[in-house]
């Protein structure tokens, strides 16, 4: 198991290394920042689809102009996050069905990067939520993440697991409240 990338500083280095062709330095630079640049891309573009799609686009422009970034500039953060976000722009400018006029912010999001230290008290706290979503059972589980993190609606989560619509609203709100419960100890 691979130790955890924490720092702007590690970032920094594992882009420097990116620069000169190490592969698994990128593997962990991926590792370490995709959700983030991946939630920057969702709140511009709002489907998960588009959002994959930048974020594979923007982490092939990293990797290939890894040389360009200057530490003395910006951080690694939001040096990436500003490839990512306008590669989610540049998508949102093509796709009709995502309008830049629902997301007048999206801009916010590289303003919004935490420090080093809220970044680490943020992955303490997702390594929490993840320990509480084990907890659940499977399909639950599954529904959760569908909703919230996907975005799927009631509907899409009925037909996708073949339940009506009310059992869906249950297992959610019965699932958050577990989750709560589950955080709060």
Same mark, same amino acid.
């Given at each position: 198991m691979q130790p955890t990338v924490r720092r702007s500083e590690d970032l920094s280095r594992l882009l420097g290394a990116c620069a000169d062709g190490d592969r698994e330095a990128f593997a962990r630079l991926y590792q @370490? %920042? %995709? @959700?983030? #640049?991946?939630g920057i891309a969702l709140r511009i573009l709002r489907r998960s689809d588009l959002a994959e799609e930048a974020v594979q686009d923007a982490y092939v422009r990293i990797w290939r102009r890894a040389s360009d970034f200057d530490p003395a500039r910006a951080s690694a953060v939001a040096w990436m996050a500003a490839i990512a976000r306008n590669r989610a722009l540049d998508i949102a400018r093509l796709k009709t069905e995502a309008p830049l006029d629902d997301a007048p912010n999206a801009g916010d999001a590289i #303003?919004?990067? $935490? %420090? $080093?230290e809220a970044e680490a008290e943020l992955?303490? &706290?997702l390594r929490r939520l993840a320990a509480c979503l084990e907890e659940l059972e499977s399909d639950r589980r599954e529904a959760v993440l569908l909703a919230y993190r996907s975005g799927w609606s009631? &509907? &899409?989560l009925a037909a996708r697991f073949g339940r009506p619509v009310g059992t869906l609203k249950t297992w959610l709100r019965r699932s958050l409240m577990s989750l709560r419960r589950c955080l709060e100890t």
């Open positions: @370490a %920042s %995709s @959700a983030k #640049l991946y #303003l919004d990067a $935490p %420090s $080093p992955n303490d &706290e009631r &509907e &899409e």
